[in-house]
């Protein structure tokens, strides 16, 4: 391995001086019997002679074409090949009884890059993540090298004190002055969490009888527009999807309060046992926001556990001018919010928020002696495993703290600010230009939309119409993944046929990614 | 920023060399109308021209301190200091309206490394987790530049391919012909989906309504030794712990297979629907095997599924000295197998097998139109989130393919031996070390033992006795964790009291690692 030349500054080098200046392996600690065993003050590995050559091979591929040329708005956002041939490219996949050298192995990662879908590109506007900030990015990869788990103290001091920090800030913008908070693996589960704490709430004896315990099944209410995880949950915990009853919602995709009103009182008629209200806020296709303050008011009165979805749209909090959208969510019981959506943070990166201190325990906990011993050295209330229905959890917190830390409570409202307004710009340019015709105003950054070609325009909207209308967005995405200029998604919804979804998640979007895709929606469809 | 200089070679410009060379962005579909907006064969940027300048900033400081001096067996394991003490040293925590500047981050990051535990090192052996394989690394690394979510092909192209090839080689390990399986974080969720679908398999009804349709509350089976993921799991199902019968163990720690169908048969008797079995291939604590072929063999009789929870002890599968402790796993319904465990890739990477082809979809799928189209232009057989009780779903296949890649079967199948044989070294060390008690010869790597200071050898073994050496075990980890010279487990388990548990799950671990622990423990327990 050839090192540095010592005498020149490059940029490596005076990056270990900086990192050589700070006394890291000094003992702070005075205790005169530590580390016999130990070299003191050892003499510091330079970098050039570290060991991890591989990896150090692999970085500058992650960093040039991983992560500059997969944000280039002249790149591709994907190089789209079908399953079968796919299988044949990646024909290095197959593990065999030997090892693999290196060089091969890097052969794989570059084609690794090549075919997976840059989701940090501007033009990545397919789901509800994308973007790719540095600093949250750097928070992954320092994450990945401690490599802890979240149960106890002992094994992620820094990472405890750290979300508890961090719980404190997200429970402080939803407007609970208590509280407390868990990451979890994704939004899903977190509103698996909602459920689960809800019913334990309400019913204790659960937790050891189970829902054999019960006289009248439980019911739970949600938008017809809600997330499908309220569904899963529904399953997953043995209330069934028969249970799950769907609340109507108003031309713009909110659920109409006085309609939940209604099912509520039908569920009781019913003999059924009501105890928990879903309201979203920002609903997955069209961005709505469920009306929670209103919400509020219906479960009060009925005594019900309420809930917020904000897995998309509770990132709005941090926004003093669109905060409105989740009036009353200070009145919720529990709110589910993922950072790894619309604030950008690497997957995964969700949190389940409680009012209701001490709930996560009391529901999960299953005490184990061999993680939790009350006989340690320090002060186990630090131990927060046993509020997980998870053992090992992975550390989510640092890509979130180091993000926020670096940008500041004012530089997240600004980037959310950005991508609110460039999806209010996106909707009045589609507004103005032939071809397009908006479902709504967006309220998250959602902007839903058909293009209709030139075949289609000026025509009486008759079934047929519709019906061919509903074929032009996928023929539009088609070509789109097969020239790789740009990923959006597209769905029907209800009444409606397949429109496209714009969304505005990627926290580096400017007004003229909104003219591209204008333009080039145009170009990919004027033939169809 | 300095550029490096040309005309030497350095380490990273060789490197860089190697991966201009790859074709990376080139095109090889053959589409005459690709790319019309986007510059073909652009330039690209050199390394040390790409921004990042933060992240490349930290990196020095990750490879140095991070890894490479947190993995030196003459480094502390751990700087510990108490939380509150913690709180005050990380006074740059909070989170303020304001960003932060580079230095400031970066001098954050030291103490984040400082203070965080190293599971790196060869003598953090506190977890049923540990080591730092460097492709592994790579993989995680290049998993958080990548970001997608695993529920489409549409976004995990290569993960879902790359899944498919995982799953198919992890389910001929344990012997399924045919089968599915799916990533998960973490056993315990892994758990969960192995109760899940086997009630589903028993009752599809409940799908739709709920645990309210059944006649008789239903019952699961395990032994008392199991993890306690299999408590929360029935927690969250809303079966009840008290449907969660527990089955004796013999003095081994292993399942009694006779006490399990009397148990079975109880059940029956209290008018309860037993429909669940789990055994557990590798206890935590004590690293028992259950005898999974007689414990099939009740299975059989009762027609109930068998799970095996092999998230600690699965990975004795790729030994062929080892294996034999899971003897009858092929006649299982499901395992759980965690990879971020004893095969060393990081957290989280569990997975759930099951020989029932189709289950997790049958059972788990809520067929959201706005994430899996039907009329998208690709086979979406291929899109697979709709298996899965999340949404998003991070890819966590990257780090095992890469690590088993870079090892081949062989190569895993030497350090799983490696494993095992210094566990056996240890037994046997401790077996003719004056001081030490084993439990128990090992059967998994986890290796249990009293230490018995002087002031306790010799001594009748009366009440007072034990309780006095109950103490001891709390006392020398508190010295250890002081010193930080060395991190491992203990607790107490049924009749006996506070015990070490040592585990072998770090690949890199020597007899000389064994040798030091016995040492370690002997100096800092010889004055207790």
Known sequence: METFVKDEI??????????????VGESETADDNC?????????KVPLEDTPFSFLKSLIPMMLTDGLEEGRKRNNKVIEFVHPKELKKRLDWMEISGEG??????????????KYSVKTGHPRFCNQLFGGMDEYSLAGSWLTEVLNTSQYTYEVAPVFTIMENSIYKKLLSFVGFENGEGIFCPGGSVANIYALNIARYKRHPEIKTKGMAALEKPLVLFTSEKCHFSIKKAAILLGIGTDYVYTIKTDARGCMIPE????????????????????ATA???VRGAYDPIDKIADVCKKHRLWLHVDGAWGGSALMSRTYRHYLKGIDRSDSVTWDPHKMMGAPLQCAVILTRHKDVLKQCNSACAAYLFQQDKCYDVSYDTGDMSIQCSRKVDVLKLWMLWKAKGDTGFEKDIDNA???????????????????????????????????SLRDQPETEEWWQK???VAPAIKKKMMEIGSMMIGYQPDGKYVNFFRMIVTNLDTTEEDMDFLVDEISRLGKDL
């Open 35 to 43: 580390q016999k065993n130990m070299v003191e003050n050892h003499e």
């Open 420 to 454: 609110f307004h460039c999806s209010r710009y996106l909707a009045q340019k589609l507004k103005r230009t032939p071809g397009f015709r908006l479902l709504d105003e967006p309220q998250c950054t959602n902007v839903c939309f058909w293009y209709i070609p030139h």
């Open 469 to 471: 209308l509903h074929r």
């Open 282 to 284: 920002g609903t997955t």
């Open 100 to 113: 693999t050298e290196d060089s091969k192995l890097l052969d794989a990662c570059a084609d690794i890059i």
């Open 10 to 23: 490059d940029e490596f080098n005076m990056l270990k001086i900086s990192v050589d200046n700070r006394k």
């Open 259 to 278: 309609e939940l009103n209604k099912r509520i009182e039908e569920a009781y008629d019913n003999g059924l046992e009501p105890f928990f209200v879903n």
